[in-house]
């Protein structure tokens, strides 16, 4: 059974620095290209970030860019979304995803993969 399980979240002020962590298990690690989503209350879940396994091709939502990056360990089979800079619309609960073959298309959707996490609230506000 593929497992991806979050950790990390919790309640911060505007400005701060937040690391999630997202441990895989059940599945090659190596062979799962990662993304990292949010929800927020009552909207849509969006894609936050997407790298392919070479690391080659990433995808950051324009509202995060220079404040968030995703990054894989692959000596814990983890993923790992550094969040800097931290807004009050970056308040959301945040999922990894994970799928066994490149996502197609440059905006990374929900239906593009097979595995989730429950998710971690974060939330920042002042």
């Known amino acids: 059974e593929v497992q991806l399980v979050e950790s990390g979240g919790g309640l911060l002020q505007p400005g701060a620095s937040l690391r999630l962590s997202c441990v895989v298990s059940?599945?090659?690690?190596?062979?799962?290209?990662i993304g990292w989503f949010r929800q927020a209350p009552g909207k849509e879940r969006e894609a936050v970030s997407y790298?392919?396994?070479?690391?080659?091709?990433?995808y950051y939502k324009r509202a995060v860019r220079g404040r968030f990056t995703q990054s894989r360990d692959h000596a814990k089979n983890s993923v790992h979304l550094q969040m800097n800079n931290l807004k009050p619309e970056d308040t959301a609960v945040y999922f990894c995803a994970g799928v066994d073959r490149p996502v197609p298309r440059a905006i990374p959707l929900p239906s593009d993969f097979d595995y989730w996490g429950v998710g971690t609230q974060v939330t920042v506000s002042s």
């Open positions: 790298m392919n396994i070479g690391g080659d091709i990433t």
């Open positions: 059940g599945f090659p690690f190596d062979s799962l290209y």
